[in-house]
């Protein structure tokens, strides 16, 4: 596949699809590939995770066209992208809202800072699949059957893989992030733990504590690779 000139870059040539709408009514947005869908990569089910969504967007304007086997999703949360919070506009944490067996109602804390306690109480959701960026995500996983999905956060510095698959691998190894099979700490309610649950494989991609540029500079390559040369499976 040919790549875009970098003078070309500052916009996305093709068109995404809604797959739903946020709790403010805005687009949720999915780039779908060109061939059977073989994989889904999403950004920023965590708000605050904006680098996430600049580098997933970055490597989208390195293609000329949609990828042959890769659907995109930019901002799994996008009223939480806007306002700059973890949580939905609900204050709902996305990724703890999933139907899984082991759902709890308990608030979910997470750190202000990585040095800082869990102390930042947000809401799991009223009920498993309780908000309509989780259930929009699930029918869009429902439609296109992707055989694996890589979910990008921050500011781990960690590929999380609990299958220890040979994509995880790869980016582990491409990525120069260390591969775990988990990130220490239960996750109830999680997008990981749903996909799990489903038999559906996920790769959860952490980026490091690092800035925006950074992110673009360290792991645009490896994502530029990910969506244009055949999955490492
Ligand atoms: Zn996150």
């Not at 973890?86 to 899984?100: E, I, S, Y």
């Not at 490091?208 to 969506?227: F, M, N, S, W, Y």
Request: glycine share 8%; charged share 20%.
């Amino acid at each position: 596949m040919s790549l875009r000139v970098r003078q070309e870059q500052g916009t996305i040539p093709w068109e995404p699809d809604a797959y739903g709408q946020s709790h403010l009514g805005g687009p949720l947005e999915v780039w779908r590939s060109a061939g059977p869908c073989q994989l889904l990569v999403f950004a920023a089910i965590h708000g605050d995770e904006a680098e996430t969504t600049t580098a997933l967007s970055k490597t989208l304007r390195h293609l000329t066209n949609p990828s042959p086997h890769c659907a995109v999703v930019l901002a799994a949360n996008p009223d939480g992208l806007i306002r700059g919070t973890r949580a939905n506009a609900r204050g709902v944490d996305l990724n703890r809202n999933f139907p899984t067996k082991d759902w709890q109602s308990d608030p979910v804390l997470h750190r202000y800072t990585l040095d800082a306690p869990r102390e930042v109480a947000l809401s799991p959701g009223d009920s498993p699949g309780s908000e309509s960026e989780t259930q929009a995500l699930i029918r869009l996983i429902q439609e296109l059957k992707p055989e694996a999905v890589v979910a990008l956060h921050a500011p781990l510095a960690c590929v999380d893989d609990p299958n220890d698959s040979k994509l995880g691998r790869w980016l582990s190894k491409r990525s120069g992030l260390p591969l775990v099979p988990d990130v220490g700490y239960p996750t109830p309610g999680s997008f990981g733990t749903w996909a799990g649950e489903q038999r559906l494989p996920v790769v959860t991609y952490e980026f490091g504590l690092i800035t925006p540029d950074e992110a673009v500079r360290k792991q645009v390559p490896v994502l530029v690779e990910l969506l244009t040369q055949p999955i490492q499976q």
